[in-house]
């Protein structure tokens, strides 16, 4: 597969891994000319290729060999900083909590809602560590609300524990994350007893 041609330092990058090439391109498609864009067909390629250039990776959580999961872990164990948007074709569950993702996207992933989280990742990874923790904790406490799970996820010890967390979070940075970003949290926030959400 043959990538786009070399960004200037100022062009944030896009390293896409996934095994599907039709998929693949297709998200390439989706990205305007804006941004670099890398494709990896498998998770071991895209370990080989990432490097300190890479903004933002777009990660297929089904993979044969490396999993999405395992090639997100090793990424943060190697410490890259760039952010990390897991896509599959499944819901979320509660597993995902152990994962350190920015975001998380199902299947099937419309124009319009790739290109909104690419600019998201790439605007929230300019900002401190407090605000893009706080992004983070977010987006995965929302995903797990999308997620459709018949229980209530409020009795779930390790759903309060992202609560906890994101509370004392959002208690000590001195900059919040909604007015930052075109995602709501309105369904996370009202799960937080001394937040109203966002209007």
Request: a negative charge.
């Amino acid at each position: 597969m043959s990538d786009a041609t070399p960004a200037s330092v100022d062009t944030p990058t896009v390293q896409i891994v996934e095994d599907e090439s039709k998929i693949a391109e297709l998200y390439r498609m989706h990205l305007p000319d804006s941004y670099d864009v890398r494709v990896e067909a498998t998770g071991k390629a895209a370990l080989e290729r990432l490097d300190d250039a890479v903004d933002v990776l777009l990660v297929d959580r089904r993979m044969p060999g490396l999993s999405g999961d395992e090639f997100v872990r090793t990424v943060r164990e190697r410490g890259h900083d760039c952010a990390i948007a897991m896509v599959s074709a499944i819901d979320p569950d509660l597993d995902v909590v152990s994962t350190a993702f920015d975001a998380y996207l199902v299947k099937p992933l419309s124009g319009e809602r790739l290109r909104r989280m690419v600019e998201e990742l790439t605007t929230i990874r300019e900002h401190d560590d407090a605000v893009r923790d706080q992004y983070a904790l977010l987006q995965q406490l929302a995903t797990l609300k999308r997620s459709g799970s018949r229980r209530d996820l409020r009795t779930n010890e390790a759903y309060t524990e992202l609560l906890d967390d994101l509370r004392r979070r959002r208690a000590a940075a001195s900059t919040r994350v909604e007015p930052l970003v075109g995602s709501t949290f309105e369904s996370v926030l009202e799960d937080l007893p001394n937040e109203q959400p966002s209007s």
